[in-house]
């Protein structure tokens, strides 16, 4: 239902176009429908899984949030492919970048190079440089702020280090605190990029020397957020639905279709379902249930036995 069915898409048309790619594939319609789907599917796949590799994820401990148009309707079928369990749906996933680009706190980055070897005979000096480096960053940080005009619930500033092994083509960004570059020796900063290091690419050298590259700060004013409208916790008696004949799985399928707005806190469906609003189109396959959270998030979670 596009644009909340403002906007009329012609099915007759819309086959019309599968049937030509169908011919050329040897596929039915629902087939061709389908694989434009798992293609779209795995070249997100193929995206996100090298990504979280990178960035050691543990599944356990994230869900997917899908934004944008479509990301609602390729959300769970990412998900289930990668194997993330929890899938979260925004109540306004069509904009949510504008909404936080709205609430989000300003910020902006500033930068020193110093481009240097930490050798351990050399650490000192090197060290008072990088504290020197950050408290200047951090002062021009808070004038910067200042000069915004704005009143800040409060402001702050976060720190990091570009590091990487000597001779080395890349860098690990390394946050650290005031304590930390304190440390005279610059041992705190070698362990801290060894566990860094090591943690993204499972190994790390810790008779190699560093090399410094930039000092990094980060100044931030802590805007005011809006109140997120909590809704009634009533489990409702009912929720009106209709059906719709689906293709999915390599096999057609009876799915409920329902208004967003109709969902209240407490309800539970079991895929396939799928959830219509105005920016978006949910599809909940089988192997999930669906929950709607007091902020009206939707949460998807897979059933045991289907990760």
């Known amino acids: 239902r596009f644009l909340g069915g403002r906007v009329k898409l012609d099915p007759t048309l819309a086959d019309a176009a599968l049937e030509r790619l169908g011919r050329a594939l040897g596929l039915a319609v629902p087939q061709a429908a389908e694989s434009v789907l798992r293609v779209a599917t795995s070249q997100m796949y193929a995206a996100?899984?090298?990504?979280?590799?990178r960035k050691a994820v543990d599944l356990d401990r994230f869900a997917l949030l899908p934004f944008g148009g479509a990301g609602?309707?390729?959300?769970?079928?990412?998900?289930?492919?990668?194997?993330?369990?929890?899938?979260?749906?925004?109540?306004?996933?069509?904009?949510?970048?504008?909404?936080?680009?709205?609430?989000?706190?300003?910020?902006?980055?500033?930068?020193?190079?110093?481009?240097?070897?930490?050798?351990?005979?050399?650490?000192?000096?090197?060290?008072?440089?990088?504290?020197?480096?950050?408290?200047?960053?951090?002062?021009?940080?808070r004038r910067w702020?200042?000069?915004?005009?704005?009143?800040?619930e409060a402001t702050h500033s976060l720190w990091s280090v570009d590091i990487r092994y000597l001779g080395q083509s890349f860098e690990l960004m390394i946050p650290v605190t005031d304590d930390l570059v304190a440390d005279a020796s610059g041992e705190a900063l070698r362990k801290a990029f060894?566990?860094?290091?090591?943690?993204?690419?499972?190994?790390?050298d810790e008779h190699a020397d560093l090399e410094i590259l930039n000092l990094r700060t980060t100044a931030i004013g802590v805007t005011?957020?809006?109140?997120?409208?909590?809704?009634?916790?009533?489990?409702?008696?009912?929720?009106?639905?209709?059906?719709r004949r689906i293709f999915l799985d390599g096999a057609p399928r009876t799915a409920r279709v329902l208004d967003r707005a109709s969902l209240e806190p407490g309800v539970r469906l079991d895929g396939p379902v799928i959830v219509e609003q105005y920016d978006t189109t949910v599809l909940v396959p089988p192997g999930y249930t669906l929950t709607v959270d007091h902020s009206g998030n939707l949460i998807g979670e897979a059933i045991d036995g289907n990760r």
Not at 99 to 118: K, M, N, Q, W, Y
Not at 194 to 204: E, F, L
Not at 225 to 242: C, E, L, M, Y
């Open 194 to 204: 060894h566990a860094s290091y090591a943690q993204v690419y499972g190994y790390s």
């Open 145 to 152: 702020l200042a000069a915004q005009g704005l009143s800040f």
């Open 48 to 53: 996100l899984v090298p990504l979280m590799a």
């Open 72 to 141: 609602p309707t390729h959300g769970f079928l990412l998900a289930r492919e990668v194997g993330i369990k929890r899938v979260v749906v925004p109540p306004s996933p069509g904009v949510l970048c504008a909404i936080g680009s709205l609430v989000a706190d300003v910020r902006r980055d500033f930068v020193r190079t110093i481009h240097e070897p930490l050798r351990r005979e050399t650490a000192p000096s090197l060290m008072e440089r990088i504290r020197d480096g950050f408290h200047a960053l951090a002062d021009e940080g």
């Open 224 to 243: 005011r957020k809006p109140d997120i409208a909590v809704r009634g916790t009533d489990r409702p008696a009912a929720t009106a639905s209709r059906e």
